[in-house]
């Protein structure tokens, strides 16, 4: 099993610097880390390659800079996702490991709620199946874009 943290907030609370933080303690301390970003934005602009790539059809788009790669794909396997933690920013509707909650309005199933990002937060470790990560990320409706039309997963 995995450990899964998922942090949750409106916008500009500070979700993305907590999972820095959390990140940041986990691999001081020998973890492997997944990273899970959900958002309503395409994740690139529409003048890049990659993009005009991944629309015409391409069911793999790899791109690399000299320093890192980066990999668009239509679809994911579990096993992808397999690490000693799985930070997940986004999902406020559902509930998929250590809930943490920036900022005001917390939902009713989060385990910590803090006040702004660089408040103090215990890390606690809730095992979840990979799959079951995936399968709720796989809920989340797909973006639609700023010209109306939702990207292929």
């Known amino acids: 099993m995995t450990c899964v943290i998922q942090i949750t907030g409106g916008k500009d609370v500070g979700k993305t610097a907590l999972a820095e933080?959390?990140?940041?303690?986990?691999?001081?301390r020998g973890y492997t880390v997944v990273a899970v970003k959900l958002s309503h934005h395409d994740p690139e602009p529409p003048t890049k390659d990659t993009h005009r790539l991944r629309k015409?059809?391409?069911?793999?788009?790899?791109?690399?800079?000299?320093?890192?790669?980066?990999?668009?794909?239509?679809?994911?396997?579990?096993a992808e996702l397999d690490a000693d933690f799985i930070i997940?920013?986004?999902?406020?509707?559902?509930?998929?490991?250590?809930?943490?909650h920036v900022g005001p309005d917390p939902p009713g199933d989060a385990d910590a709620v803090v006040p702004?990002?660089?408040?103090?937060?215990?890390?606690?470790?809730?095992?979840?199946?990979?799959?079951?990560?995936?399968?709720?990320l796989r809920r989340h409706p797909p973006p639609r874009t700023r010209w109306g039309v939702a990207p292929p997963h």
């Not at 997940?88 to 943490?100: A, D, F, N």
């Open 88 to 100: 997940v920013e986004g999902l406020r509707g559902e509930k998929v490991g250590y809930k943490i």
């Open 116 to 136: 702004t990002p660089d408040a103090p937060v215990e890390i606690k470790c809730v095992e979840a199946d990979p799959c079951a990560v995936l399968s709720a």
């Open 56 to 78: 015409a059809g391409a069911d793999k788009v790899v791109f690399y800079n000299g320093e890192v790669y980066v990999v668009y794909k239509r679809g994911l396997e579990c």
């Open 21 to 28: 933080r959390i990140i940041a303690r986990l691999k001081e």
